[in-house]
């Protein structure tokens, strides 16, 4: 018999039901499943072959909340923190199967995860060039891939995968009616996961600089670890010969508008869309090119608009602050061009000027929007593999 949690006022409860007082209902889930007020009455059981998560949203739970989750199924079930939400733990967020364990709410956004046995451990694999890291007092081996290749998995395990995909180029004008958008950065995803076979990396390029009459940037190819995969940066617009905007979507972030309407859209939870533009004859500005971080900027008067801010990769790769997947700036018709996301996509140009390229070694940023000479080149993306020491 279970307990029937939670208590309500004038129940009146068995002693059976008393005896079982931590005899919790079980909550059968057989796909990634978000936690829900109530659940501190459940176990979640998770009974998937596949790979799965459960998320831990902010304000769901309070203080003293214990949200017991397990694993019964084959797939490795990892623990996910929502948008605003901490775990903290000693052991592994990801649980093999028959693996389980709680979560203790210290706060409304912060949790400790006690891992009570059966979590996948770190696998081991080459490629690319290898290096050793320490993030957060942890040493790692470090793979980087800038060129497509091979991930050889010699133990298997979990491993912790950062994919960012190329970034696309900004628009050109050539003529002084109209302003040119900033590309947009390569998608970019970070998971941890847990493999057994060799995997075939793939790194995509960046788009390159557009020198084409009136022309939208390229867009950038996307990156891929296997089954893990994001999409190449949405190109920089310009008004094409009838008016209109040349839309492309390539799966990453927005490239930047031209003209009145709003710029590309991204991929949720990879991406933002890009920025929206200004036609207006002589004082015309496009739009930034969106970022992993957030949206490409709106054109302010005939100023550029600013290119979407990117993702420190620090925390993944050890070492100094190291954005990626940052949008470029708008390119302005007579005043200032948009500025570059973090300063490592590529600024807008103003006048007759060339927008710039992305910062090479800031992977996967979006490139300035040009009104003359050229646009801007996005940067290659890269791929990402570390796993414990």
Same mark, same amino acid.
């Given at each position: 018999?279970?307990?029937?949690?939670?208590?309500?006022?004038?129940? =009146?409860?068995?002693?059976?039901?008393?005896?079982?007082?931590?005899?919790?209902? =079980?909550?059968?889930?057989?796909?990634?499943?978000?936690?829900?007020?109530?659940?501190?009455?459940?176990?979640?059981?998770?009974?998937?072959?596949?790979?799965?998560? =459960?998320?831990?949203?902010?304000?769901?739970?309070?203080?003293?909340?214990?949200?017991?989750?397990?694993?019964?199924?084959?797939?490795?079930?990892?623990?996910?923190?929502?948008?605003?939400?901490? =775990?903290?733990?000693? *052991?592994?967020?990801?649980?093999?199967?028959?693996?389980?364990?709680?979560?203790?709410?210290?706060?409304?956004?912060?949790?400790?995860?006690?891992?009570?046995?059966?979590?996948?451990?770190?696998?081991?694999?080459?490629?690319?060039?290898?290096?050793?890291?320490?993030?957060?007092?942890?040493?790692?081996?470090?793979?980087?891939?800038?060129?497509?290749?091979?991930?050889?998995?010699?133990?298997?395990?979990?491993?912790?995968?950062?994919? #960012?995909?190329?970034?696309?180029?900004?628009?050109?004008?050539?003529?002084?009616?109209?302003?040119?958008?900033?590309?947009?950065?390569?998608?970019?995803?970070?998971?941890?996961?847990?493999?057994?076979?060799?995997?075939?990396?793939?790194?995509?390029?960046?788009? &390159?600089?557009?020198?084409?009459?009136? &022309?939208?940037?390229?867009?950038?190819?996307?990156?891929?670890?296997?089954?893990?995969?994001?999409?190449?940066?949405?190109?920089?617009?310009? $008004?094409?010969?009838?008016?209109?905007?040349?839309?492309?979507?390539?799966?990453?972030?927005?490239?930047?508008?031209?003209?009145?309407?709003?710029?590309?859209?991204? #991929?949720? *939870?990879?991406?933002?869309?890009?920025?929206?533009?200004?036609?207006?004859?002589?004082?015309?500005?496009?739009?930034?090119?969106?970022?992993?971080?957030?949206?490409?900027?709106?054109?302010?008067?005939?100023?550029?608009?600013?290119?979407?801010?990117?993702?420190?990769?620090?925390?993944?790769?050890?070492?100094?602050?190291?954005?990626?997947?940052?949008?470029?700036?708008?390119?302005?018709?007579?005043?200032?061009?948009?500025? &570059?996301?973090?300063?490592?996509?590529?600024?807008?140009?103003?006048?007759?000027?060339?927008?710039?390229?992305?910062?090479?070694?800031?992977?996967?940023?979006?490139?300035?929007?040009?009104?003359?000479?050229?646009?801007?080149?996005?940067?290659?993306?890269?791929?990402?593999? $570390?796993?414990?020491?």
């Amino acid at each position: 018999m279970t307990t029937p949690f939670p208590f309500v006022a004038g129940a =009146i409860l068995t002693a059976q039901q008393l005896n079982d007082i931590q005899n919790l209902p =079980i909550s059968d889930k057989t796909a990634s499943y978000v936690l829900v007020a109530g659940d501190e009455t459940k176990r979640t059981m998770m009974n998937s072959a596949s790979a799965t998560t =459960i998320t831990v949203n902010d304000s769901i739970f309070t203080v003293g909340d214990v949200i017991q989750v397990a694993n019964k199924g084959a797939g490795t079930c990892t623990i996910t923190a929502g948008a605003g939400v901490t =775990i903290n733990t000693s *052991g592994s967020l990801a649980l093999a199967q028959y693996g389980g364990g709680y979560l203790l709410a210290l706060s409304a956004s912060t949790f400790s995860f006690f891992n009570l046995g059966s979590g996948a451990s770190y696998g081991t694999a080459t490629g690319g060039s290898s290096s050793s890291i320490t993030v957060g007092g942890i040493n790692y081996t470090l793979l980087t891939f800038t060129s497509s290749g091979t991930l050889t998995v010699t133990k298997s395990g979990l491993f912790d995968v950062l994919v #960012v995909g190329g970034g696309a180029s900004g628009g050109r004008r050539s003529s002084a009616d109209t302003g040119a958008g900033g590309g947009g950065a390569g998608g970019l995803t970070e998971q941890t996961i847990y493999l057994t076979a060799n995997q075939t990396v793939t790194v995509g390029a960046k788009g &390159a600089a557009q020198t084409g009459t009136n &022309a939208q940037g390229n867009a950038g190819t996307g990156s891929r670890c296997g089954a893990l995969g994001v999409g190449g940066g949405g190109p920089g617009g310009v $008004r094409d010969q009838t008016g209109n905007m040349v839309l492309l979507n390539a799966g990453g972030s927005g490239g930047g508008d031209k003209d009145t309407g709003a710029g590309l859209a991204g #991929v949720p *939870g990879q991406s933002n869309a890009g920025g929206q533009g200004n036609q207006a004859t002589l004082s015309s500005a496009g739009g930034g090119g969106g970022g992993y971080g957030s949206a490409g900027g709106n054109f302010v008067s005939n100023v550029g608009g600013a290119g979407g801010t990117g993702f420190d990769a620090s925390n993944f790769v050890g070492g100094a602050t190291l954005y990626v997947a940052a949008g470029g700036g708008g390119g302005s018709n007579n005043a200032t061009g948009g500025t &570059a996301g973090n300063s490592t996509g590529g600024n807008g140009c103003s006048s007759a000027g060339s927008g710039s390229s992305a910062t090479a070694g800031n992977y996967g940023c979006g490139g300035g929007g040009g009104m003359a000479t050229t646009s801007g080149a996005g940067s290659d993306g890269v791929v990402y593999v $570390r796993f414990k020491s």
